[in-house]
């Protein structure tokens, strides 16, 4: 199905188009370019004009460009606008005022992506459903994701993320969802922000992109849930949590690899399925059924829809992995990202496995601003932690954590994941249970490959 024609997308860019052409995608990155996709030339760690020629000979549709490349010949199919990043953003609020969709918007300090991708995998259970890839959340990401979304669309799902103030509100009203969903709030970005008030209100402002009579929902169990309320006062607002008016958590029970969840909605008691240990999880996903009720999905249907839910890699997949010598672990990945909140989430699921012993491989969060060093040295004294073996520390802030330790408890430290891969054998025994979790730049995932690798050699075995 055509996205967009050479006109349209002159139309609304105000550009001028070369050639009579139409695309079928848009893309940024020539790595996972498709044939017939629109090859956006934006400026990140590189100009992507010096790209545009690669991307045509890859079978690019078309580029939009501010310049004609060094390369490319004067009538290759472009769209020539005065800014590429403005060019994007038009694109995607044209695509989202000539669709029909019924959008969401999600955003939160901990716990986003994994909701979004629950509220995907609802709706693609009651029709045609587009949403973000990966964490495409920032001032690209959601215009890229509006950008993209087929005409048919019937639902859309859109993540937004900040790490400045200021940077919600825009994005918000780029998507004009019609329901918002606000995860949690916490000490997520403080280097930015004076205080997780501060956040809140960061976190509150994706209401200011509501549709008329869109609905705000609203976690009521986090500390500044009435900074939520006060700036949804314009919407209807929708609690949900352990202290809700409208979704009341009542029950949560976990197992190895699922959470059974027990809910209060509307007087009648509903109970639902998670496919991850984590009862944060549960959290998240009475959320996202609330937000698919405001969708106008049957709340039966929408628990049946989030049963087909499974965590993504990085985020809190589970996995049994053979040794070489024989054996086998099991491995926690939640290497993605960190932060305090995520982190005592991942520790207390770690607590609550069953093997011969905990193991914890926790990388440096960032972005805490002028505590960071004692909210890292805080670890050691979350409930969790008196229930975990040994914890093996990576980069230069997750040393505070390594002094403070126990001595019982206390593994090896390291300043990068690779030189702590290098020993993951003299570490690892059979029976073991592997947490692997911090920030994104920590690359906590040479960690997981490095677990994986372990077993290699066995499964290459004739």
Not at 221 to 243: M, P, S
């Amino acid at each position: 199905m055509t996205l967009w024609t050479a006109q349209e997308a002159a139309e609304v860019t105000g550009g001028k188009a070369t050639g009579d052409w139409s695309v079928n995608g848009v893309s940024i990155d020539t790595r996972t370019l498709q044939p017939g996709d629109l090859f956006v030339a934006l400026k990140a760690a590189r100009d992507g004009h010096d790209f545009v020629a690669q991307a045509l000979q890859k079978g690019a549709g078309a580029a939009l460009v501010s310049r004609v490349p060094e390369g490319v010949a004067q009538d290759a199919p472009l769209l020539i606008v005065d800014d590429v990043q403005a060019g994007l953003e038009a694109l995607g609020k044209a695509a989202r005022a000539r669709s029909g969709a019924k959008v969401v918007g999600v955003t939160g300090s901990v716990g986003k992506t994994s909701t979004k991708e629950m509220l995907a995998t609802i709706l693609e259970t009651q029709g045609k459903t587009h949403a973000s890839v990966a964490s495409y959340n920032n001032h690209w990401g959601v215009p890229l994701t509006l950008a993209r979304m087929p005409r048919d669309t019937e639902f859309a799902v859109i993540e937004i993320g900040m790490n400045h103030p200021g940077e919600i509100a825009p994005l918000a009203r780029q998507a004009r969802p019609h329901v918002a969903l606000v995860t949690t709030v916490a000490a997520v970005h403080l280097e930015a922000f004076e205080s997780v008030a501060g956040i809140a209100h960061e976190k509150a402002a994706i209401f200011e992109g509501l549709t008329e009579g869109g609905a705000a929902i609203v976690n009521a169990d986090i500390d500044h849930a009435d900074i939520l309320r006060d700036c949804a006062a314009d919407a209807k607002t929708v609690e949900f949590g352990r202290n809700a008016a409208d979704y009341v958590l009542t029950d949560v029970s976990q197992s190895a690899n699922a959470v059974r969840a027990q809910a209060q909605v509307a007087g009648r008691t509903v109970a639902f399925d998670v496919q991850s240990a984590g009862t944060h999880f549960a959290m998240n996903a009475l959320g996202a059924l609330a937000a698919c009720v405001e969708m106008g999905v049957d709340l039966d249907q929408a628990i049946a829809g989030l049963a087909h839910w499974s965590p993504v890699t990085g985020r809190g997949v589970r996995e049994s992995l053979p040794l070489a010598g024989g054996g086998q672990i099991e491995l926690l990945d939640d290497s993605y990202n960190a932060n305090p909140t995520s982190m005592e989430a991942a520790l207390d699921v770690l607590a609550a496995s069953h093997g011969a012993r905990r193991i914890a491989f926790l990388g440096d969060m960032k972005e805490l601003g002028a505590q960071e060093h004692a909210m890292h040295a805080a670890m050691a004294d979350v409930p969790a932690m008196a229930r975990v073996d040994q914890v093996h520390c990576i980069g230069p802030l997750m040393q505070a954590l390594h002094r403070t330790l126990p001595d019982a408890k206390r593994g090896l430290w390291f300043e990068t994941s690779d030189e702590m891969a290098a020993h993951l054998p003299e570490m690892i025994r059979d029976g073991d249970v592997v947490l692997a979790k911090g920030s994104l730049s920590m690359a906590l995932a040479r960690i997981v490959d490095g677990l994986r690798k372990m077993g290699h050699e066995r499964a290459l075995e004739p």
